[in-house]
């Protein structure tokens, strides 16, 4: 992922993601991480199988990366786990939030200008001037 992509402030949305992980060859359902305190959606990934059954199984947050192919334990590497209180399952089942408490210092892989990981992956919005798009910028403190 490109820096600009993820610390600048040109809106620049990926309406082929879809399409990306249509063709990563597994079966996976969106899968949103949502702080069980604050209700904050941290992360929206996917899951596949393996990853519910891992995430259930280790009490974390689990993904299956739809970029890399493979089981994402958030926090393996960085140490920002996200400790599993909850899974929620939507009306037609084909969605996930799993409701967490984070474990270390953020949950997103993305650092603000301190270092430090950002608490979520929702750190900037859409400015909106005259009713469209003017860039992007960042949230209070995310940056």
Known sequence: MSKEIEEGLELNLDFKKLKKIAACAEDVIPAIAQCSKTGEVLIVGYA????????????????????????????????DFLKLDDVLVNCE????????????????????KD?????????????????????????????
């Open 48 to 79: 596949n199988k393996l990853a519910l059954e891992t995430a259930l199984k280790l009490g974390m947050a689990t993904f299956w990366s739809t970029s890399r192919n493979e089981l994402w334990i958030k926090g393996k590497t960085s140490g």
């Open 115 to 143: 270092g430090i990981a950002r608490y979520g992956c929702y750190y900037r919005r859409i400015k909106i001037k005259d009713g469209k798009s003017d860039g992007l910028e960042f949230l209070p403190g995310a940056q």
């Open 93 to 112: 089942q084909n969605s996930i939030v799993y409701k967490v408490t984070p474990q270390g210092k953020g949950s997103c892989h993305t650092k603000n």
